[in-house]
């Protein structure tokens, strides 16, 4: 069972979770003036990285909050979480790499 | 209109019709489970900045802080105080809901706040008893040991995959909140979980 960190009510099950996608992707200043491709590349085109991804998370089961969480999509490890205030962690080469390790060659 | 007394003598509780079931069907021992419901309980869902002046407030008509850890429950008694989110807690309490709520929503008048009567959403099983916390563990996936799970603890969770409020009084004395259309459920599965505990009441006391 993968365990998650939230950032008010500590370590829970992943089953207590719901996954929210990509992290900072944000809402256009002005709508209206996208063109329809522009729309869609907000709507719909994420980015889909081996390694580090910045994701949006919610403790449904919980405190029901949003927050932020760094996952190795490789490893499924989480490096980080923090709040829908805060700016995104520099994840250092170090950790990146011990999620390599930790996936197993 | 009709009279409030009369209404409340005509109102049932989620676990109305489970009561001989849930005291029969507890069970006696060394690690004996006592299972019933505490019905009618006043709670109010209160939302509020912490720390703000409506907050500090809120806090004087509750007589007790609302508590800043999840987990954490303040009061005295009169009323509880629940951490349900980094703004958001519950009050237990039997104090009337209309008079509570009244007093709750003058006092952030003029603030941002969101004070809600919320009693009918969930009911209360009480789970008392040396066995206690292993019939929970059975089926809540926290760690309920007291080194992780201390006294006077709330949490959201999860019993028998459906979502509850847990609430540790004492090491003997569990609070387990479901929703009301969730409460029948939690009632059978509590009789099942603790049948391996101990001779039912109902086979002991020969009724
Ligand atoms: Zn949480």
Redesign the interface.
Known sequence: MLQIKCPWCGLRDETEYKYGGQAHVAYPEDPAALSDEEWAQYLFFRDNPKGPFAERWVHSGGCRKWFNAVRDTRTYEVLAVYTNNDPRPEISPEITATGVAAGGQ | MADLTTLQGLRRSPLQDMAAELRNGSVQGDRAVLLREWPFLTMVNIRVEPGSETAGRIEGVLGASLPQQ?GDVTGDGAHSVLW???D?WLVISQAAPESLVGSLQSAAEGGRAQIVDVSANRTVVEVTGPGAREVLEKGC??DLHPRAFADNTA????LARV?VLLWKVDANTFRVMPRASLASYVGVWLLDAVAEFGPRASAVEGV
């Not at chain 2, 949490?155 to 999860?158: C, G, K």
């Open positions: 999840c349900l989110g980094p958001e996936p926290t949490i959201s969770t999860s979502p």
